[in-house]
């Protein structure tokens, strides 16, 4: 997407997927999407619920096929991969679930959890074993003794945690962290974000972060994919974050709750208004027009933007800009 920047560890072009419904109906759930991650950095991924965000990232590490498009793993088309192939792209892209609860196997032990992956792949045996599955409970905050519990026996902060070790286990190169905080107390939030940080600077790791949280995706990555109704309509560094310039990412930065509610600014702000249309019957033209506050004419609801660079590295989907 970007010929400024050295190739990608993982990209895809036109990636679609879309699921069958009851009633021969379907719902695109992604639609057409071109994403770059490279080596060492962090790209976060943000929308309201139902956007297409988890699918995205399941469908770009092999939990689900494609319906359309391709994905290049190092520069290689995984269509074209060997079995031995496909089998080290699934170790070197791993996933950490949202839920800390429904992720780990309650009749498993954290042992048997972590493990599970290195037996697979038949990487420590023994003694050494042994060792690698404490030495990564130690990363994650955790100690040898919680190698014979069960997840129930621990907090929510915790299980994040074991699962953490367990992706780590077969040591990937990317990590697809899909909303990983969401179900923690605010005051563990952080404390798992930080240990993400730490991790991806001692192992190198790659990072698509998937949240909500807009202040923390700022604070963790290197730039930021904006999603809306399957479509990326906005990419950006970082620090252009602030300043961004599709509506709908503008919409989604002021509805950012602020510490003081007389604070005089609050006056200027213009909100999100109403829900996003049902994915079975996207409107036509910019998916974002019934919503859209700024220049919204007839081009807009008749013809889709193109996601184009209209900065450095700010890419955007919206008629006002092309």
Not at 114 to 136: H, P, W
Not at 142 to 170: T, V, W
Not at 219 to 230: E, H, K, P, T
Request: proline share 7%; with cysteine; glycine share 6%.
């Amino acid at each position: 997407m970007n010929s400024n920047r050295a190739t990608p560890l993982l990209s895809v072009s036109n990636l679609s997927k879309i699921f069958q419904l009851k009633a021969k109906k379907t719902v695109k759930a992604v639609d057409g999407i071109d994403l770059d991650l490279y080596q060492g950095e962090t790209l976060g991924l943000v929308g309201e619920s139902g956007c297409g965000k988890s699918t995205a990232a399941r469908v770009m590490v092999g939990l689900y096929e494609a319906s359309d498009g391709e994905i290049f793993y190092k520069n290689k088309n995984i269509k074209n991969f060997s079995k031995v192939e496909k089998k080290e792209f699934i170790r070197a892209a791993q996933i950490i679930f949202q839920d800390p609860y429904a992720s780990l196997n309650p009749y498993m032990t954290v042992g048997d959890i972590v493990s599970e992956g290195i037996d697979n792949y038949r990487l420590f045996k023994g003694n050494a074993r042994t060792a690698r599955i404490q030495e990564l409970l130690e990363r994650v905050g955790l100690s040898a003794p919680h190698l014979l519990r069960f997840p129930h026996e621990f907090s929510g902060g915790q299980r994040q945690r074991i699962g953490i070790a367990r992706a780590l286990s077969i040591e990937p190169e990317i990590l697809v962290c899909d909303e990983p905080i969401s179900a923690l107390d605010v005051s563990i939030q952080a404390q798992v974000v930080n240990l993400l940080v730490d991790l991806q600077k001692k192992f190198d790791l790659t990072y698509l972060f998937i949240s909500h949280d807009l202040s923390m995706v700022r604070y963790i990555s290197s730039r930021i994919a904006v999603m809306y109704l399957g479509k990326i309509i906005e990419l950006m560094p970082k620090e252009r974050f602030k300043e961004p310039m599709h509506p709908y990412t503008k919409g989604l930065l002021e509805a950012i709750p602020v510490p003081d509610p007389e604070n005089s600014f609050l006056k200027d702000r213009t909100f999100l208004e109403g829900e996003p249309p049902s994915p079975l019957n996207p409107p036509s033209g910019c998916r974002f027009s019934p919503r859209c506050k700024e220049i919204c004419g007839e081009k807009c609801r008749r013809l889709p933007p193109p996601l184009v660079e209209i900065e450095n590295n700010h890419m955007v989907a919206c008629w006002q800009y092309l």
